[in-house]
Every structure is written in C-alpha cells, then in structure tokens.
C-alpha cells in the first residue's frame, strides 16, 4: 500500500529556516524519481523540487538556490531543507513521485511564514 508521510513544517518568521522530510512506503523508492510539491490557498498545486533515482535535482525558479532536496534510499526518506524563507512560501507541502505520481497523496505538512 502506498503510503506518503510528510513532517517538519510549522510557523517560521521570514528568513527563517525549515526542514521537510517524507517517508515513503509501498514503491520501489530507489529507482523512483521523487518531488516535493505544494499547494497554496486558492492555488493549484505545484512541484517545487525534484530529485531523481540516481541524485540529480531540479527546482522552480521561485525556490532555486534557497531550497534543498535531498534522498535517503536507506530509510526510504526524502527531504527539503528550506532557507531564506518568504511570505509566499507559505502553503502545505507534500512528496510524491515526479514521473510517476502514485495515489494516494499524503495528508502534507503546514508551512506558515511571517512577515
């Protein structure tokens, strides 16, 4: 059974720092290309960054040079590591495949940042 259990967010002051992590379940997590998305109120969710099986990742331009993806094969794990964070920042974060988006989603994990 899939399964997709996101934590780690909270309410941060601009500037502040957040780590996300993910634990995955029910794939096959070492050949699957992962991603961390969001979803802002009122807005449609979005992938923010994405790392593949072998390492290599990817990022949004909003996110680019303040956000860090990274994987844990180990333990099944992913991570964001989140710097420099920004008002518009603030949505409710979740992991998932980046090629493949498997079903269901997870329940994600809250971020709020402050002016």
């Known amino acids: 059974q899939v399964q997709f259990v996101e934590s780690g967010g909270g309410l941060v002051q601009a500037g502040g720092s957040l780590r996300l992590s993910c634990a995955a379940s029910?794939?096959?997590?070492?050949?699957?290309?992962m991603g961390w998305y969001r979803q802002a109120p009122t807005k449609q969710r979005e992938l923010v960054a994405g790392?593949?099986?072998?390492?290599?990742?990817n990022y949004a331009d909003s996110v680019k040079g303040r956000f860090t993806i990274s994987r844990g094969n180990a333990k099944n794990m992913v991570y964001l590591q989140m710097n420099s964070l920004k008002p518009e920042d603030t949505a409710i974060y979740y992991c998932?495949?980046?090629?493949?988006?498997?079903?269901?989603w997870g329940q994600g994990t809250q971020v709020t940042v402050s002016a």
């Open positions: 998932n495949g980046k090629t493949v988006r498997f079903t269901p």
């Open positions: 790392i593949t099986s072998d390492g290599s990742t």
């Open positions: 029910g794939i096959m997590f070492s050949f699957a290309n």
